[in-house]
């Protein structure tokens, strides 16, 4: 862990880039999580989980403790931009009908955030303290 917190402070910008791009790349992918032709998928789940546990605790050892206010922004902001993303690569598709519901996207843009800050809490909390 300290190897790649050290790499984190030598190299900020392009470790900020690289967050920063992963984020708006799960939200237009990871989106839809479910809408009203389809039934819930674990496989999508788990995808959820692993995109957005890796983020919030990329955003852990990248911040450290005591910033929950900018990473709830961070990925609030660039999910909407994968959102956003998304909705322009299926432009025009049936499917931005189904998928793009207020309550299918207030729902992610609701659920994600909550489950990053959350992943962010517990690896600053075990992983990052200080034995």
Not at 21 to 30: D, E, K, L, P, R
Not at 80 to 97: M, P
Not at 104 to 110: D, K, P, Q, T
Request: contains cysteine; glycine residues 8%.
């Amino acid at each position: 862990m300290e190897r790649i917190r050290q790499y984190f402070e030598q190299h900020p910008g392009a470790v900020n880039a690289l967050i920063y791009c992963y984020i708006v790349f799960a939200g237009c992918v990871v989106f839809p999580l479910g809408n009203s032709r389809t039934s819930p998928d674990l496989m999508k789940a788990y995808l959820v989980l692993a995109s957005y546990g890796t983020i919030g605790a990329t955003l852990a050892i990248r911040y450290g403790p005591s910033r929950e206010k900018r990473v709830w922004g961070i990925t609030l902001v660039l999910t909407v931009a994968g959102l956003i993303c998304r909705y322009l690569l299926e432009y025009g598709e049936v499917s931005n009908t189904l998928n793009f519901t207020v309550p299918g996207v207030l729902s992610y843009l609701l659920l994600i955030p909550v489950l990053t800050l959350s992943v962010y809490h517990l690896t600053v909390r075990h992983l990052l303290r200080k034995p």
